[in-house]
């Protein structure tokens, strides 16, 4: 695994080589330096910019059961960094990964920390005439349940953030919209 100990500026270096003149450089720049997704739920507080770079063999990803932990790619800005992808599950917030984790973290009295939910009405199927119960069935918390006329809807106090919605949605109307950012990542822009 290559580590990147550098905290080189990627948006100067866009620009010196001119990728920000079009806009898929620009978007290309965006991308490489935009985590790909929050981080695991007791991961919050730690500088992941330096200890996770000096991890040589991830046991957090390989731990996960659910296989939502995962590594940025060595092109990334964030290279080598956990970060939860909900293309497939949800966080069962199980804790391994923090229990394997060398820097010892311990959840004793820390909660777990889980990105927002953004439920787009505009897009979700029941709110535009079809019936569809995808992430109903899939909501441990009943944060997403169904209301009189057959619309579904998010009760946003209930939502724990754990993704287990954001796979099985079929029109994708249900994604992740917030991380939980390092100072480092504090600037840089978020779906």
Known sequence: MSLKTDSTDVSRRAFLRGQLLTREGRE???????????????HRDLDLNTSCLQCDNSP????????????????HALAGQPYLDFSENGCSLCGVCADVCPLGIDRDGLAPSLPAIDFRTDVCLTHNGVICLSCVGHCASRALRLQLGGRVVLDEDNCIGCGACVSICPVEAIRVVSFDASPAEAGTDRP
Not at 34 to 39: F, T
């Open 60 to 75: 957090c990803v390989s731990a996960c059961e659910q296989k939502v932990v995962r590594l940025h790619n060595a092109d």
């Open 28 to 42: 290309s720049v965006v991308r490489s330096v935009r985590p790909l997704g929050a981080r695991p739920p007791w």
